[in-house]
Nanobody, 113 residues
């Protein structure tokens, strides 16, 4: 299993970023995909999950209405569109396949003026 995140960076408060995760080594379309994040000194937090078909979603209360998770089963990718970013969204964001206990290397998101 390989998960490779991309799209992180430095953005001002109120800005947007789109994270992507390229998956390989397993039958992508049959697994729920999840984004987590971990801020310095804090526990890892589940941000958003998406069902196999891409029609079921679950978001952390802290990101509801601002973040959107999506997937493309033809391209084995999952995305996290992040809008109205806040400084408290600063963290390393990880793509995960919970059922396989597999994680990517993470991508840093920093929200700061």
């Amino acid at each position: 299993v390989q998960l490779v995140e991309s799209g992180g960076g430095l953005v001002q408060p109120g800005g947007s970023l789109r994270l992507s995760c390229a998956a390989s080594g397993f039958t992508f379309s049959t697994y729920v995909m999840t984004w987590y994040r971990q801020a310095p000194g804090k526990e890892r937090e589940r941000v958003a999950s998406i069902t196999t078909g891409g029609r079921g979603f679950n978001y952390a209360d802290s990101v509801k209405g601002r973040f959107t998770i999506s997937r493309d089963n033809a391209k084995n990718t999952v995305h996290l569109q992040m809008n109205s970013l806040k400084p408290e969204d600063t963290a390393v964001y990880y793509c995960s396949v919970p059922r396989l206990d597999s994680w990517g290397q993470g991508t840093q998101v920093t929200v700061s003026s």
